[in-house]
Structure formats: C-alpha cells, structure tokens
C-alpha cells in the first residue's frame, strides 16, 4: 500500500490531470515508463555519462550529425544539413538546418554550435575525453572554429584522426548543442550553466524537461518548435526501485514499461497476455574489473591472479543458464556490431587451473576482495554467481550492491576493489571502446584502464595509432591486437554482451531501441486504445 502511494502521489506531483482511480490504464497521449533512476548524475550533455541519463540526451538535444537509427554505422545530417572538408585539411565545414529552434523559440546558430563544443571542453567533466580525442583542450578551444555566418561555421582539429572519425566523435552526446543564451543566463561562478542544467534542458530536440526530482521522476513534454514532433505529449519516467513492483505495475497497467526485470521475469512475461517482451541486440559489454592498486588487497594487482579470475567464470552457465540466453559469452572489448569486433573465447569454468596459477603466484587460499554492483539486476544475481564460482578455489567475495550514481561516483575517485559493470560505445566506432579499455596516458582524462590504475604505455601508443590510421584492413588489425592484449592479460575480465529487453503493454506501437540507446525511442512511440489489464 505504501509504495502504491507514493507511486500516485508522486505521478500527480508531476502531471495536472492523471487518469481517475479506477481506471487501470495511462492517458493516450502519454508513456509511463517503470525504471530504476538511481543512475542518474546530471541531465548536462557536457556532464552527463550514465545509462538513462545519456540515452535521454538523444530526445532532448541535437547534434550536428547522428547514427542512423536502422544502421548505427551510418552517418545521418541532424542540426547539420550538409558538411564538406575544409580546405587546410582536418577541418570541416558545416551548413545549419536553418529551420532547427530550441525549446525556448530561439534559433540554432552557428554561436550555439561553437559554446556548446567549447563549453564541454573547458567544463572538463567525464565524457570530455571524447573531444579530446579531436586534440581539443581549453588552451587550444576557442582556434578550433571559424564562424562564417549564422547558419555555417568550420569546425578544426589536430590530432591525426579522419573526418570520418571526427564525425563519429561529433555525433556522441558530449556534443549536444545547448540554447548559449538561455545556459548563460543561469551561469553561476564561471560554471556555464553546469548547476542549472544538471536537472533541466535547453535542446532543440523532440522533448523538454518539464520537471524532474531526483530518485523520484522525470517528466518530459513535447518542445513545442520541434521539426519533428513526437508522436506522444509526454513521457514520464517513475524511480521503481523494486524489480517486482515494476513488474506488477505494468501487469495492473498502471505503467506502459518496464525496464531492468529479472531474466526470470522476463521470461515469465514472454507468454503473459497483454503484454510484449522486445529484445534486440545490444552493445553493452559486461566486465569485472580489479583495482590494481588497492592498497588493501594488493594481490589484486597482481596479473596472476587476473588470469586465475578468468578461470572462475562459468561463462556459459551464467549467459545460457542464469540469464536465460538475454545474454551471450563474449570475452573481448568491442563488442559484436562493432567494426573490428572479435569472436574469440578462449576462457571457461576451470577451478582446478585456477587453483594451479594461484599456488604458483604465492596467492594464499582465502584471500579476500570487495566487488561493487549495482543494486538491480542482473547484476546482483551474477555478482551472487562469480561469489560462489571464486569460493571454488577458496577465494572469497564479499559482495557490495550500490546506487549506480554511487557505483560510478566511487569507482571514478578509485575507492573499491573490484567491480562488476558494463560499459557501451559512445559512438559507432572501435576507437570508443578501445579508448576506454587500452588507453591510460598521464595528464590525460580518466578512462576504464585509468580508473583500474592499469598502466600501458605501449598499448596506449597502439590505440592512439589505430585512431589515426586510415587503411581500413591495417585499422582492424590494430584493433584484433589490441582485443588480445585485453582479453589475456589485463584487469579486465570482459564475460558477456548483453541484450537489450524492455516489457511493454501491448497497446504500444512502434517500440524500438537502438543498439547504443538504452531506453526506448520515446519519440517513436504511438498507443492505441488501451489493453485491459492482464492481472491484479
């Protein structure tokens, strides 16, 4: 009774008018999304970097240019109607879409572009090593474009990287272009609106911010200057912490979805009456992760033990069995979608070989270790999984379930000692993943291998080659040494590529995600008549 009190009283908080009492359906012109928000840190594109979050950005703002939605290694126009190369090389020149408006009714220009790009460079939060990449700091920002006139500007970089590389790099939502005017005019101490923007918009995209409170619901409404108008009015994200309860709020209908069930809830809804389970293919790979300098379980640091823990993994039991085939056995960093993507796996359940290379390593039975997870799952039934399957060779976990904002938090300060997690392309190239993965260079932003203190020189030299290097065939052989390298001996343990699954009333139309898009594409969806509720 409680949590169905908060769950009304929090939805009126947000809405003017809700459906009466006894009706067991959401409005037609709205979708009402059961989800866990705990991952949420920031709405601010220069700042935002976790799932929900991010993957909102893709309604709330516009880039110059974006992945085609049917085929995510396509590039397709968004603020940006044409672009051609400049003509002192490693530059691009950009023509606006001159119809594109922000939500405020002011027009996109060229100004626009330029802020928001030097806005998340000197910002300097966690996606920024994204721009980096296209050799932009805050010392060298403000060269890297040429205003030619409201509606066209160049935009330059130095590093050795292709336009088609810069591209992709522009089409990550670190590039959204915020409404300068509006952002400014809420700037506080030199911050670029940053405070303002953690919890509002400022986007031309299909969809405002019209309210939001944190670990509890976010509402969006349709930006009234859309070029392309949402097919529905609203859509209104409820923080159900409990898998179960956003399993019984979409059976009573009192939800249109719900995202982040159990693998046997899921499965359980696949023949439920009313109701639709979509899964596609996804790009998160899932890893564990061990923190090579913790200092109060230095064992972890060392690479003996890392190849001892890809031993301890029952791989298939965990994708075929626990998981219910929602995911697959995937041991390398780029995930399968990806260009240069790896199949190998050359790693299986072995306690005993685990047990071998411990003893020789000097690692004494019982060591003990930390492993951070986030408190949803499948995280916490796999976390239980790898517990028991280390205690085979009598190593022992001590399992710690988080808020994801804390997970996130803690592991960018370094304060654990392992960690099971996913992680995603932030755009549709090999360079994303393996910049995460296989790149830790001093001075630089942080990054996966930076967060594990893993230190790789040599590696980072080959993932900066790779980036810059221009023949396809050579990129791709880059590309498979550098999976190898990750896959035998790092403090990675890549184990699965997971699924994307989201369960849905069946009066929804046009439900689709995309690969690199962790919530449905709200902007797509459309209702019939509602269903009558499948249960009570």
Excluded at 21 to 37: F, K, N, Q, Y
Aim: with cysteine; hydrophobic share 45%; proline share 6%.
């Amino acid at each position: 009774m409680g949590i169905m009190r908060s769950w009304i009283t929090g939805v009126l908080a947000l809405m003017l008018t809700m459906c009466p009492p006894a009706r067991s359906s959401t409005p037609d012109d709205d979708v009402v999304v059961a989800i866990s928000l705990n991952s949420i840190i920031s709405f601010d594109p220069a700042e935002s970097f976790e799932t929900v979050s991010t993957s909102c950005l893709a309604f709330l703002y516009q880039t110059l240019v974006k992945s085609d939605r049917e085929d995510a290694t396509q590039l397709r126009p968004d603020l940006a109607l044409s672009w051609r190369e400049g003509k002192a090389g490693r530059s691009l020149i950009f023509q606006l879409d001159p119809g594109a408006t922000f939500a405020s009714g002011a027009p996109v220009l060229a100004d626009d572009v330029i802020f928001s790009l030097s806005r998340a460079v000197k910002l300097n939060r966690t996606p920024v090593f994204i721009l980096n990449e296209l050799g932009w700091e805050p010392g060298n920002i403000d060269r890297q474009f040429r205003k030619i006139d409201d509606h066209q500007l160049e935009i330059r970089w130095s590093n050795e990287i292709s336009s088609e590389l810069a591209l992709r790099l522009l089409s990550s939502s670190v590039a959204s272009v915020v409404d300068s005017k509006r952002v400014l005019a809420f700037s506080e101490s030199g911050d670029f609106g940053n405070r303002w923007l953690k919890t509002r918009s400022a986007g031309s995209g299909g969809y405002q911010i019209r309210h939001y409170i944190p670990q509890q619901s976010l509402l969006l409404e349709t930006n009234p200057y859309a070029q392309r108008m949402p097919r529905l009015r609203r859509v209104i994200l409820k923080d159900v912490v409990d898998p179960s309860v956003r399993r019984l709020l979409l059976l009573q209908g009192d939800v249109d979805a719900a995202y982040s069930l159990s693998a046997d809830q899921f499965s359980a809804l696949m023949g439920q009456p009313g109701i639709r389970v979509e899964m596609i293919p996804g790009n998160k790979v899932y890893y564990l992760g061990f923190n090579t300098a913790a200092s109060d379980a230095e064992f972890l640091g060392n690479p003996a033990f890392w190849q001892a823990a890809r031993w301890l993994v029952d791989y298939e039991g965990l994708a075929s069995g626990l998981l219910k085939n929602q995911f697959t056995v995937h041991q390398n960093f780029l995930p399968q979608g990806i260009d240069g993507a790896v199949t190998e796996a050359p790693f299986r359940l072995d306690v005993e070989k685990a047990k071998a290379i411990l003893a020789q390593a000097g690692i004494p039975a019982g060591s003990r270790f930390s492993l951070m997870v986030i408190n949803q799952p499948p995280y916490t039934d796999i976390a239980q999984a790898l517990q028991a399957s280390f205690a085979l060779a009598d190593i022992r976990i001590d399992v710690q379930p988080l808020l994801e904002s804390e997970l996130w938090s803690r592991m960018r300060a370094r304060r654990f000692q392992a960690v099971f997690v996913y992680w995603g392309p932030d755009y549709a190239d090999p360079n994303s993943n393996a910049g995460a993965f296989a790149f830790n260079m001093p001075g630089r932003p942080q990054t996966l291998a930076s967060r594990l203190s893993w230190r790789i020189p040599a590696l980072s030299q080959l993932t900066h080659l790779a980036a810059a290097e221009r023949d396809p065939r050579q990129r791709r052989e880059d590309y498979r040494v550098l999976q190898q390298a990750v896959r035998e001996n790092s403090p990675f343990v890549v184990m699965m590529q997971g699924k994307l699954l989201v369960a849905v009333r069946d009066n929804l139309l046009n439900v689709r995600m995309g690969m690199s898009n962790s919530v449905l594409y709200f902007d797509e969806i459309d209702k019939m008549a509602a269903a009558a509720p499948s249960a009570r």
